[in-house]
C-alpha cells in the first residue's frame, strides 16, 4: 500500500504540473505578446472587480467552452469524432511521466526517484507517446468528413513525422555521449564538470543538436511558425468542425505538447534537475569552498531548478511564436526532410568521430 501510495502521489505531482502550465498558457501567451505588441493585454474579466492581471481569462475560456452547443456534423464518424480530441490531451499528458523533475527524495528509509514512471528506455517511451498522438489529429480530420479537415489533418501528420524523424535523429549525439537512454541517467551524467568548471549540460556538449532538437521540437506542436494544420487563411485545420470543450481540448494539447517539449530540452540539454556544484550534501564549488545542505533541501532546489528552467523555455517558445512569420506548408517540408534531418545524421557522425578521438587518447 505504501508503495502504491508512492506511485500515485508521483503521477499526481507530474499531472498538476502539467495541466497547471498548461492551463495557465493562454493566459501567458495573452500577456507576452501583449508586452511585445506593446499592448495592454487581457485584463477584462474580474471577480467582485479584482481583475489579478487577466489571470481570470483561463477561468472565464473554460465557463465559455463548456457552455458551448457540442456541434457535430451529420455526416461525421461519431464514435471517432469524439475519440480524436481525448487521444490528442491523453498522450501528451502520459508522454510527461519518464521525465525527471528531481534526483531522489528519502523518507523513512525509502529512496524515491522523482519521476512519475521509471524506464531505463525513458527517451523512447516519451517519443513513442508523442508519436501516437498523431492518431488524434488524423482521426480529427478524416471523421469531420469535411475536405479541409481533412487537408488539415494530412499536414499535421505529414508535418509531425518529419519534426519527430529529425527530432530523434538529433537525440542520438546525446545519447552517444552520456550512454544511455535513460532520462535520469542522462540528467545525473549532466552533473559532471568540464574542465573542472564548466557544468556538462548537453547545450555545451551537442549544441549543434540543441539548436536541432528545439527546432523540430517545435515544428511537433504544430504552434507558429509551424502552423501549416491550421492555416485560418487557407480555410483549413484539423478540427476546424469541432466546437465547444473538443475544440479547447485540441487547444489545450497544444499548450501541453509545448510543456513536454519544454521539459524533455531541459532534461536532454539544460542538465534537467542538475544545480551547478551543487551535489547531494551541498554546494562544493571548483574554488574549494562549500556550503553543506540537508537533503530535503537539496531536493527542493533541484525541483526549483528544473520548474524554472521549463518555465523560462516556454518563455522563450513564445517569444519564437510571437516573432517569427508561419511557413508554407513546403517550407516546412523542406526544412524538416532537407535542413534538420541531414545536419542531425551529419551530427551523429561528428560526435561518434570526436568520442572515438577522445576515447582513444584515454
Request: net charge positive; glycine share 12%; aromatic share 12%.
Amino acid at each position: 500500500m505504501i508503495d502504491l501510495g508512492i506511485s500515485f502521489a508521483r503521477v499526481a505531482f507530474i499531472m498538476m504540473f502539467i495541466l497547471s502550465l498548461g492551463g495557465l498558457l493562454g493566459w501567458i501567451e495573452r500577456k507576452q505578446s501583449a508586452i511585445m505588441q506593446d499592448r495592454i493585454g487581457a485584463n477584462r474579466a474580474s471577480i467582485f472587480g479584482i481583475r489579478a492581471w487577466g489571470l481570470f481569462h483561463p477561468l472565464a475560456d473554460a465557463l465559455k467552452l463548456l457552455t458551448k452547443e457540442d456541434f457535430r456534423p451529420v455526416r461525421a464518424d461519431r464514435f471517432l469524432f469524439s475519440l480524436a480530441p481525448f487521444l490528442s490531451v491523453f498522450f501528451a499528458l502520459v508522454a510527461f511521466a519518464a521525465i525527471p523533475f528531481g534526483d531522489v527524495l528519502r523518507v523513512g528509509g525509502r529512496e524515491i526517484p522523482l519521476q512519475a514512471v521509471t524506464l531505463n528506455v525513458g527517451i523512447l517511451y516519451v517519443f513513442a507517446m508523442l508519436s501516437v498522438g498523431v492518431y488524434g489529429v488524423m482521426l480529427a480530420g478524416w471523421s469531420s468528413a469535411n475536405n479541409y479537415a481533412l487537408l488539415g489533418g494530412q499536414r499535421a501528420a505529414a508535418l509531425m513525422i518529419s519534426a519527430e524523424v529529425a527530432i530523434g535523429a538529433s537525440i542520438m549525439g546525446v545519447v552517444m555521449v552520456y550512454g544511455s537512454l535513460n532520462l535520469m541517467d542522462i540528467v545525473r551524467g549532466q552533473g559532471a564538470l568540464l574542465g573542472g568548471w564548466i557544468p556538462e549540460w548537453g547545450i555545451v556538449t551537442q549544441p549543434l543538436a540543441f539548436v536541432l532538437f528545439l527546432t523540430a521540437g517545435i515544428a511537433s506542436t504544430k504552434r507558429i511558425p509551424f502552423d501549416t494544420p491550421e492555416g485560418e487563411s487557407e480555410i483549413i485545420g484539423y478540427f476546424i468542425e469541432y466546437s465547444g470543450m473538443k475544440a479547447g481540448m485540441f487547444m489545450m494539447s497544444d499548450f501541453l505538447e509545448t510543456v513536454v517539449i519544454a521539459g524533455l530540452t531541459v532534461s536532454l540539454f539544460l542538465g534537467g534537475w542538475q544545480v551547478p556544484y551543487l551535489a547531494a550534501d551541498g554546494f562544493h564549488f571548483p574554488w574549494g569552498a562549500t556550503w553543506g545542505l540537508s537533503h530535503l533541501v537539496v531536493t527542493v532546489l533541484q525541483i526549483g531548478a528544473f520548474s524554472v528552467k521549463v518555465m523560462v523555455l516556454i518563455f522563450v517558445l513564445m517569444l519564437v511564436r510571437w516573432t517569427l512569420p508561419r511557413f508554407r506548408y513546403d517550407q516546412a517540408m523542406r526544412l524538416g526532410w532537407l535542413g534538420l534531418f541531414p545536419l542531425a545524421i551529419l551530427n551523429i557522425v561528428i560526435t561518434g568521430l570526436v568520442l572515438l578521438l577522445v576515447r582513444g587518447r584515454a
